[in-house]
Each structure stands twice: as structure tokens, then as C-alpha cells.
């Protein structure tokens, strides 16, 4: 009993100090982008816990001039391809070109897409969506930021919100109920890390289509072109394409 009583008083003032520490600006945007981010993870394998600590970093909790005015929230740069909306802070055109979005919705999408399409953070995909340190050491390895301290910072706020409890999912032993006023309960619940299977890709062989490559991996032309973004059905020798 002392036992439980000692976990029990630990894990409440853990709370209270994390409680008083918090920003609620940051609160605010978790709650309100948490299932974004959960989504994105989904779709592409891209740790929520990341997506979130690097938005509220980028965008100040939202509140950047950067969000407010063009919903880009990750400090996505325009690139040489870029053909939509563009952003400079300050109307100063001489300064970094940033790309603008119509909703936040379109700034995470594009960002996984950004992720997703650059060679030099593909290696990451090798990772599963609970290894956020790793996510974190190699974005700053990659350069994703100038900062040399960029990965500490994504891991103080993944660890001071929290963030990691998005790849995760709770269960009761049998005949457990989750109340308020059950010690035992609340000491029985354990958090258990989801297993997400690694990303699957395939390298374009010399006289492949998108309807034999799809016949191999049992999907269909359909799902391959919208998980690679393609417009049409026209592949090439040597391209990498994502196939679940």
C-alpha cells in the first residue's frame, strides 16, 4: 500500500510541476492540432511527437508572424520548384523567401511531402514513429536547422508536453475500470508503444511500370501515384517509390 501511495504522490507532483511550467499558448496548440499531427503520422510515418515539438517551435506556439500571415508553421523556405504562395517577413524581399499556405492543414501536408520527397532525410523513414530522439538527432544531422542545439530543444519540449503519449495506447488489465478514486487502477494502467511496420519502398527497374510494381507488392497503380504524389504513370529507372 505505502508503495502505491509513494508512486501515486510521485506521479502527482510530477503533474503539478510539469502543470506550472507549461505555456498555455502551447497547451492551446497542442490540443488543437494534436490530431493533425496523429494523422500525418498515419499517412507517412513521421513521428507526431516531432511534428508537434517542431511546430511549436517554428511558429512560436502559433503565434508567429510566420503562422498568423502565411499558416506556415514548420519555417518551410521556398524552393526552386515551388509554384505556390510566397511569404518575406516584414514585406523585406531581399530577406528568406517563405512558401504560404490557405490553411495550417496544407502547411503539415506539405511538410510531410517535404520529408518525404528529400533524399538526405530518407533515412529517417527507416526509424518507427516512437523513435522521436532519433527523428530529433537526425534532423539537427541533416540540417533541417542552423541551430547546433535544434535536436535538445525538440526533445525538452517533447519531454515538457509530454508529446511522446501520441504513439502510444493505454491498457487496463481484465476487470479494471478507469475511476478517479481507484489507486490500484491508476497504478495498473501502463502505457504500451504501438507497433507501426517501417515504411516500404521500391527502386524502379529498368522496364517496370507502375502496374507491375504494384502486382508485386499486392496494392493497386492508384494507391502508389497518390502516396508518391504522381500525376500521371510515368516512371523511370532508379526512382524510389513509396509503396506503404
Not at 112 to 119: E, Q
Not at 202 to 220: C, D, F, M, P, Q
Request: glycine share 4%; aromatic share 10%; net charge positive.
Amino acid at each position: 500500500m505505502k508503495r502505491w501511495l509513494l508512486i501515486f504522490l510521485w506521479m502527482f507532483s510530477s503533474q503539478v510541476l510539469m502543470a506550472q511550467s507549461a505555456n498555455p499558448d502551447a497547451l492551446s496548440y497542442i490540443e488543437q492540432y494534436k490530431d493533425l499531427a496523429i494523422s500525418e503520422m498515419n499517412k507517412t510515418g513521421i513521428p507526431a511527437s516531432i511534428t508537434l515539438a517542431q511546430a511549436l517551435h517554428e511558429s512560436a506556439n502559433g503565434k508567429s508572424q510566420l503562422a498568423l500571415k502565411a499558416n506556415n508553421h514548420f519555417g518551410v523556405k521556398c524552393t526552386a520548384n515551388w509554384s505556390g504562395g510566397r511569404f518575406h517577413r516584414n514585406n523585406n524581399k531581399r530577406n528568406s523567401c517563405f512558401r504560404k499556405y490557405e490553411s495550417v492543414e496544407d502547411a503539415y501536408a506539405d511538410r510531410s511531402r517535404f520529408l518525404s520527397n528529400n533524399k538526405k532525410y530518407a533515412f529517417l523513414f527507416q526509424y518507427g514513429p516512437a523513435a522521436y530522439k532519433k527523428w530529433a538527432y537526425g534532423l539537427q544531422r541533416s540540417g533541417y536547422a542552423a541551430s547546433k542545439h535544434y535536436a535538445s530543444h525538440l526533445l525538452r519540449t517533447i519531454e515538457r508536453y509530454n508529446l511522446h503519449q501520441y504513439v502510444v495506447q493505454v491498457i487496463m488489465l481484465p476487470g479494471d475500470s478507469l475511476r478517479n478514486d481507484s489507486l490500484q487502477t491508476l497504478v495498473k494502467v501502463q502505457p504500451v508503444q504501438q507497433v507501426v511496420p517501417a515504411p516500404v519502398y521500391h527502386k524502379v527497374r529498368s522496364g517496370e511500370s507502375l502496374y507491375t510494381i504494384a502486382k508485386k507488392h499486392r496494392t493497386n497503380v492508384n494507391a502508389i501515384r497518390a502516396k508518391n504524389h504522381l500525376r500521371g504513370t510515368m516512371i523511370k529507372p532508379g526512382q524510389k517509390l513509396r509503396i506503404r
